[in-house]
């Protein structure tokens, strides 16, 4: 018995014909013909009733089609283990970092990913969160860590890493420092340092102030936090910052309404073409998650 004759028998029964199914598997009609009578000569029972205008299976053959299917699926099955097995020795990806991320998140991610799969090419990408979720959507990038402050666009799947609120910076000294919650409105009174448009605070900020009807007076854009908080240390306005534990600054809770920047992993939602990609997406998942988790906990993570 041989795969071919199990895919010939399959084929002359989904096509009801011999002709077609030799069109159907590129083979000259009488080599099937041969084939099929071989295997039913080995297992000493005929597998279709030929006496008709279309070819029908015998109860034999209708016995022996299940089997010969689900042999044909373990076969593929193999081959597409084998060709993902090469797709990882071979493979290539590309991940997608927002500026203003924690420095050692998607890094840590990266570098674990590789250590276990040390055949995948990977290249990295610093952008936005509006340039990256464009490189995902038109799949140049297999996977991004970016900002969001709501739902990203269709066809990206999401998974959030970190949901927190925005809170107005200000030195211990100031005029807001001893506010218990400061409203947009009051907020888009003063002078702000915020993060660069294209980012998931910078949008949470501007979406949240249109929903106020003020407009923002930013003065000062730096795409790393820690440089926003400098320089509201330093007095030159108030920073727009997750509530990070900032040293020498006062937190002020941002409301009416509430300002919250999300941290998301973000991938095509129809899903990607490499094995390479499809171990990273999984890995990442499971590790980012992880990680956060245990920083929410105060503890190392593993």
Do not use: N
């Not at 899903?271 to 992880?290: E, N, Q, T, Y």
């Amino acid at each position: 018995m041989e795969l071919r004759q199990l895919e010939y028998v399959v084929a002359v029964a989904e096509e009801a014909s011999f002709t077609r199914a030799a069109a159907r598997t590129h083979v000259a009609q009488p080599g099937i013909s041969a084939q099929v009578r071989r295997l039913e000569e080995e297992l000493g029972e005929r597998l279709f009733d030929r006496s008709g205008r279309t070819v029908t299976p015998t109860a034999a053959g209708a016995a022996v089609l299940p089997f010969a299917r689900a042999a044909l699926s373990a076969v593929a099955s193999a081959r597409q283990a084998i060709d993902d097995l090469s797709g990882l020795v071979r493979g290539q990806v590309s991940v997608g970092m927002v500026t203003a991320c924690p420095v050692d998140l998607m890094p840590a991610a990266v570098a674990d990913f590789h250590r276990e799969h040390a055949g995948v090419e990977i290249s990295l990408v610093e952008d936005d969160s509006d340039g990256l979720l464009a490189g995902v959507a038109s799949g140049r990038i297999d996977l991004a860590l970016v900002g969001l402050a709501d739902g990203g666009p269709t066809g990206i799947a999401l998974q959030v890493i970190a949901d927190e609120p925005l809170h107005a910076a200000v030195p211990p000294g100031h005029e807001l420092a001893s506010r218990s919650s400061l409203p947009v409105r009051t907020l888009a009174e003063h002078d702000l340092i915020a993060l660069p448009r294209g980012t998931g605070g910078r949008t949470a900020l501007e979406a949240a102030c249109a929903r106020a009807r003020v407009v923002p007076r930013i003065v000062i854009e730096a795409s790393d936090p820690r440089v926003l908080a400098a320089m509201a240390q330093r007095g030159l306005g108030v920073a727009v910052l997750p509530d990070s534990g900032w040293e020498d600054l006062a937190l002020v809770p941002i409301v009416r309404p509430e300002l919250r920047s999300r941290l998301v992993l973000a991938w095509r939602d129809a899903g990607p073409a490499s094995p390479a990609a499809r171990a990273l997406i999984a890995f990442a998942r499971d590790a980012l998650a992880v990680r956060m988790r245990s920083d929410d906990d105060g503890s190392e993570a593993t």
